[in-house]
Each structure stands twice: as C-alpha cells, then as structure tokens.
C-alpha cells in the first residue's frame, strides 16, 4: 500500500510537470474533452462497447482539432488522435457541399399563370389529354414541355390518354406525303332519323382538309361531279398531287378513277378490309367523330353543312398537329411569348358552334 501510494504521487508529479509549460487554453480544451468522454462513458456504462453519436464526433472534432499535433496525441481519448482528425476532414467537407449546393436545383418551376391555364384547357375541354393541351398552347406561342404539361395534370388526378404509336403505313407515306391525297366516306344520322353521308379529302403534306360535300343519296352521278370539283379546284390551288388514296367502298363509281387521272392525280385502292392503308383519312375520320359529330344534334342537310363548314375552319385555321410540330395546315406556329409576356397572360376563348369548338387567343 505504502509503494503503491509513492508511486502514484510521483506519476501525477510528472503529469503535473508536463502541464507547465500548456497554455490554459489548451488546458480548458482537454478538460473539456476528458469530461465529455466521462459523460459519453456514463450513458453506456452496460454497453460492451462505447459507440459515439454523430453529435458526439463532431463536437470532440471540432474541439480538438485547433490543438497541436503533439498535444493531440498525448491526451487519454477513446479514439485514436488520427479518427479524430479524419472526422474533422468529413465535417469540413459536409459542410463545404452544403455551402455549394445550389439554392434551386433543377430547372426552375413552371410560371403560375401557365399551370392555371393548363388545368383550364383540361376542365374546359374533357376529351383532351396533355399532348393536345400542349398543342394548343404551342399555338397561343407558350413554349413547354409535353412532360411537363403532364407533369401538372398528374397531381390533379387527371390521368393523360396513351400515346399511340405510330402505324407503318405512315411511315412508308411520309417520304412521299407531298404527293399524296387520300379521301372517305363519312357516314351520319340526323334527328330525323335520316342517313347523311360525307366526303372529305386531306392532304398528307399539310393535313389541309378539305370537306367536298353532303348527300343523303351518294348516286354515282353525285359522286362524279364532286369528283370533278375537286379536280378543278386543285388545278386552280396549281396543287402538285400526284396519287389519291382511296378504300374499295361501292360508293366510289368507275367513273370516278377516270375523271381524275386527267387532272394528273393517279387514284390508288387500299386492300380489302386494311383501313390502316389509309391511316391518317382514318384518324381525321376519328377526329370529327370525337371532336364534331359525337357532340353536336345535327337537326337536317343544311345544318350539317354548316357545322361541318364550321369544323373545317377549325381544323385547317386553328387546331394543332402533332405530325407538324404542333402548326395548323394553313398557320405555322408563332413565336415564344417573351417571359414578361408570359408572366401577364390574358388568354381568351372564342367559341364555334355554340362552344363545341373552342379557340383560345391572346387579348388584342
């Protein structure tokens, strides 16, 4: 006991020596650091190993780390001087990255006044999905992504359409779209109970339509003469078409395959129950179903004239292509809104039909 006590004074004697020539800086800083690890000791005093939090590395690195290397390494710790400095290094790095993050990362988020007009096309016009919502507002010259227009009507719960891909037959067209006509019949019913028949062109270059008229009785003599309309007015319009696509329905008379090869347009049958022949008379025919015809109570002849004259203004004037960028047959599409433009948006709907058809414009 006597030797054990002698020895332990004069270990503290030289302890004390070595704390003679430390700054009471340095003294203050272990004493803190000692009665931290007596601290982290005490909440595991039933643990088989002391593990130290988060808090705990980074106060100990911050605390010790300003000291001298030599004096780091004569201190009693718990971790090696060197874990010690290594989790300084990933403090300081930590908080460089936050320093550098950017405050808004991404791109930034859509104008306010874009996103209420967005969701207005959608509740305003049902059917459309976000491909023909964005359509419209390339034509209104607001300049967005597809994505993103689906990307605001996701949350609202609106689920957009699927797309539709692309049919081969448009495909081997397209090379030749400039000189191509296609034509079909459309078939309606009036209130009265009468069966009215429609013939419409399109040309696959513009997507211009062209509705050539209407008749409860397609007689060959009727369908010969709109055929020769038709050839006249492209000669006037100096067209440069060259075929004419057409399905092998028995409306279409003999007649009618000769009367246009003098105008120069050479008439080509699809195949036998291949409507996908005639892919994009097929898809307008779609169009003015779903878009004109399921929407509108057609009274007699002279009032589906009108609407479809109606329709037909609207079609080549006004509503977007997907296959030409989002321009209109007889309108390119015009140029981006400035951002102060776009930040003061007074959009204005005209409507056709009564407000089966809407048209949106910017304020005069």
């Given at each position: 006991m006597p030797l054990r006590l002698a020895c332990l004074t004069v270990t503290n004697l030289f302890a004390t020596l070595r704390l003679l020539p430390m700054s009471d800086r340095d003294k203050d800083t272990e004493i803190l650091a000692l009665?931290?690890?007596?601290?982290?000791?005490?909440?595991?005093?039933d643990a088989d190993r002391v593990k130290f939090t988060a808090e705990d590395r980074a106060f100990l690195a911050a605390l010790l780390v300003p000291l001298p290397h030599q004096v780091l390494r004569r201190l009693r710790l718990l971790v090696r001087p060197d874990t010690v400095l290594r989790r300084h290094r990933d403090l300081i790095k930590r908080r460089h990255a936050r320093m550098c993050r950017p405050k808004r990362p991404g791109r930034p988020p859509t104008v306010r006044s874009i996103r209420a007009l967005i969701l207005r096309?959608?509740?305003?016009?049902?059917?459309?999905?976000?491909?023909?919502?964005?359509?419209?507002?390339?034509?209104?010259?607001?300049?967005?992504?597809?994505?993103?227009?689906?990307?605001?009507?996701?949350p609202e719960g609106i689920d957009p359409p699927p797309n539709r891909a692309a049919t081969t037959s448009a495909d081997f067209l397209h090379s030749q779209a400039d000189t191509i006509l296609a034509c079909d019949f459309i078939e309606t019913i009036t209130l009265t109970g009468q069966r009215q028949y429609i013939l419409a062109v399109i040309e696959h270059a513009t997507r211009r339509i062209r509705i050539l008229g209407t008749t409860a009785h397609p007689?060959?003599?009727?369908?010969?003469?709109?055929?020769?309309?038709?050839?006249?007015?492209?000669?006037?319009?100096?067209?440069?078409?060259?075929?004419?696509?057409?399905?092998?329905d028995a409306k279409h008379p003999a007649l009618f395959d000769h009367i246009l090869p003098d105008a120069g347009i050479q008439v080509a049958r699809t195949g036998i129950r291949i409507p996908r022949m005639n892919a994009i008379t097929e898809r307008w025919v779609q169009t003015c179903r779903h878009e004109l015809l399921d929407h509108t109570l057609i009274w007699n002849e002279r009032h589906l004239r009108h609407a479809l004259r109606q329709f037909e203004l609207h079609y080549n004037l006004?509503?977007?292509?997907?296959?030409?960028?989002?321009?209109?047959?007889?309108?390119?599409?015009?140029?981006?809104?400035t951002p102060a433009q776009i930040s003061h948006l007074d959009v204005r709907r005209k409507d056709r039909l009564g407000g089966v058809l809407h048209e949106y414009q910017h304020a005069a």
């Amino acid at each position: 006991m006597p030797l054990r006590l002698a020895c332990l004074t004069v270990t503290n004697l030289f302890a004390t020596l070595r704390l003679l020539p430390m700054s009471d800086r340095d003294k203050d800083t272990e004493i803190l650091a000692l009665r931290h690890q007596l601290t982290v000791l005490e909440r595991q005093l039933d643990a088989d190993r002391v593990k130290f939090t988060a808090e705990d590395r980074a106060f100990l690195a911050a605390l010790l780390v300003p000291l001298p290397h030599q004096v780091l390494r004569r201190l009693r710790l718990l971790v090696r001087p060197d874990t010690v400095l290594r989790r300084h290094r990933d403090l300081i790095k930590r908080r460089h990255a936050r320093m550098c993050r950017p405050k808004r990362p991404g791109r930034p988020p859509t104008v306010r006044s874009i996103r209420a007009l967005i969701l207005r096309l959608i509740r305003e016009n049902p059917p459309w999905g976000y491909r023909r919502v964005h359509g419209e507002l390339a034509t209104l010259g607001i300049q967005v992504a597809a994505s993103t227009v689906r990307e605001i009507l996701t949350p609202e719960g609106i689920d957009p359409p699927p797309n539709r891909a692309a049919t081969t037959s448009a495909d081997f067209l397209h090379s030749q779209a400039d000189t191509i006509l296609a034509c079909d019949f459309i078939e309606t019913i009036t209130l009265t109970g009468q069966r009215q028949y429609i013939l419409a062109v399109i040309e696959h270059a513009t997507r211009r339509i062209r509705i050539l008229g209407t008749t409860a009785h397609p007689t060959e003599a009727w369908v010969t003469q709109t055929a020769r309309n038709l050839a006249m007015n492209l000669t006037d319009a100096n067209a440069t078409l060259t075929y004419l696509i057409r399905d092998r329905d028995a409306k279409h008379p003999a007649l009618f395959d000769h009367i246009l090869p003098d105008a120069g347009i050479q008439v080509a049958r699809t195949g036998i129950r291949i409507p996908r022949m005639n892919a994009i008379t097929e898809r307008w025919v779609q169009t003015c179903r779903h878009e004109l015809l399921d929407h509108t109570l057609i009274w007699n002849e002279r009032h589906l004239r009108h609407a479809l004259r109606q329709f037909e203004l609207h079609y080549n004037l006004h509503r977007p292509h997907q296959a030409m960028h989002q321009a209109t047959p007889l309108r390119a599409v015009p140029e981006p809104l400035t951002p102060a433009q776009i930040s003061h948006l007074d959009v204005r709907r005209k409507d056709r039909l009564g407000g089966v058809l809407h048209e949106y414009q910017h304020a005069a």
